[in-house]
């Protein structure tokens, strides 16, 4: 499958299932649906996102909107820009952490976050139907604005709320993988008082590594973090939304751990709750208790998440891949807020990331995934919640059942006949017999 049209968004293979025209004609599109008007348009590294970001300027220019072009810039950013500007929405090129043939186009609404389905399904028929908007005059110029990351940067610094004294002269790695985050962050880190070695820093979308931040791709990371001597390393993916992290001896201590201590560095300091998806781990649920505070979670994807924030006045948010959300700053993931965040934990205890991750319980996550013909998908979700009918169970994504030792989230794919099992428990036996019951159970 190489075209993905989604909630969010599109991506495909440049050249083959993503091409200008197709940009040219989802940014008319969405232009369209949102009337003209003020637009943010951003785009990650990638070599080809100059050329899509042209298409789309056409597209969105064409319905009558205004567009302020940010170039290179973290999705964070640009949801940044969008807010703090009043702006519509806007449109990012970007494929995430897609390997390098990959581009896409993701839509922003005035929040900076994914448009709620209906929106993006009225984008579809507008396409389909060829019932563009066509503005016939007041064409303003394209705006360059190559300063909002820098903006972004500053808002995050100003949500500080620990006395830096300790983070003065620490040195960290920044792995930006050639990505957008390579422009804006290191003097973000240095504002904080830290003193920044930085790999993969040039932004040009050749990524040294494959691009999403998770164990196996963090190797040189984790080299450098011993070789500097270094107290963290960070990890960001080509869109900077997303950070993972490197403990002191150079360990990946994996991706669930950055929401875990973001959360831990707020609750720790203001009350509030926490807004989580469902597949995401249970030390969400120890830190919450141990503040005395509340957990919603929601099914997977950030919007969700950001809406569970904004409805339950939540003080911190996220997702288990490293995606945190602080409210304060943006409705959607970001990095640099991530950052901050564990960074200021690591301030006001005085301790090591390792320290910090010893007092965590520790949890292993297994994921797997079944295939399923469509049709039988939700006979198999509903068998499984019946024959768990006596534990805690969540049926806003599929199902997750909570049992006394570990979880496990089953859900559907979106895009293919499978289904997929995501549990936690204590260990990995423990995760795998949890993984096996409620397979059996579900008939798969
Ligand atoms: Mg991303």
């Known amino acids: 499958m190489a075209l993905m049209i989604g909630v969010s968004g599109v991506r495909g293979l440049v050249g083959k299932t993503f091409t200008p025209e197709l940009v040219l004609q989802f940014a008319h599109a969405y232009g369209t649906v949102l009337e003209g008007g003020p637009v943010t348009l951003a785009r990650d590294s990638r070599p080809s996102g ?28 640009a949801a940044f820009a969008i807010r703090a500007g009043a702006q519509r929405g806007g449109i990012i090129i970007t494929a995430s952490h897609n390997p390098a043939p990959w581009n896409g186009l993701k839509f922003l609404d005035e929040q900076g976050l994914g448009p709620d389905p209906e929106t993006v399904k009225r984008v579809s028929v507008v396409r389909e139907q060829h019932r563009y908007r066509h503005a016939e005059s007041g064409f303003a110029p394209l705006r360059r604005d190559v300063d909002a990351g820098a903006r972004h940067a500053v808002a995050v610094r100003a949500a500080v709320e620990v006395e830096l004294a300790p983070l003065k002269g620490v040195r960290v790695v920044l792995d930006s993988v050639n990505g957008a985050g390579g422009i804006a962050t290191p003097s973000f880190l240095r504002s904080l008082g830290c003193d920044v070695v930085h790999i993969n820093a040039e932004p040009n979308g050749v990524f040294a590594h494959a691009p999403e931040p998770i164990a196996e791709n963090l190797t040189q990371l984790c080299e450098e973090v011993r070789a500097a001597k270094a107290v963290i390393g960070l990890a960001q993916d080509p869109d900077a939304d997303r950070l993972a992290l490197v403990d002191e001896r150079g360990r990946f201590v994996g991706e669930e751990y950055t929401l875990a201590l973001g959360a831990w560095s707020v609750l720790s300091r203001r009350k509030g709750a926490v807004a989580a998806n469902l597949s995401t ?15 919603f979670r929601t099914p997977v994807g950030e919007s969700h998440v950001a809406r569970a924030i904004r409805r339950h006045d939540c003080v911190i948010g996220g997702e288990g891949n490293g995606g945190v959300i602080d409210p304060r700053i943006s409705p959607v993931r970001d990095s640099l807020s991530a950052m901050s965040l564990v960074l200021q934990l690591m301030a006001s205890t005085g301790k090591s990331v390792s320290e910090l991750v010893a007092e965590l319980p520790r949890y292993v996550m297994i994921k797997q995934k079944f295939e399923c013909p469509a049709p039988r998908i939700a006979q198999a979700v509903d068998a499984l919640a019946a024959a768990f009918a006596g534990e805690r169970l969540d049926r806003a994504d599929g199902v997750r059942i909570d049992l006394p030792d570990g979880w496990v ?35 798969l």
């Not at 100059?50 to 298409?55: D, H, K, Q, T, V």
């Not at 428990?425 to 096996?436: C, L, V």
């Open 281 to 295: 781990s249970r030390m969400v649920d120890d830190l919450a208790q141990r503040f005395g505070a509340r957990v």
């Open 409 to 443: 989230h089953v859900r559907p794919s979106n895009t293919e006949p499978i289904v997929r099992f995501i549990a936690e428990a204590r260990d990995a036996d423990a995760a795998e017999r949890i993984i096996a019951r409620a397979r059996s159970a579900a008939g």
């Open 50 to 77: 100059e050329m899509f970001a042209l298409a789309a300027a056409a597209g969105l220019a064409a319905a009558g909107c205004h567009v302020s072009d940010l170039g290179i810039a973290m999705t964070p950013t």
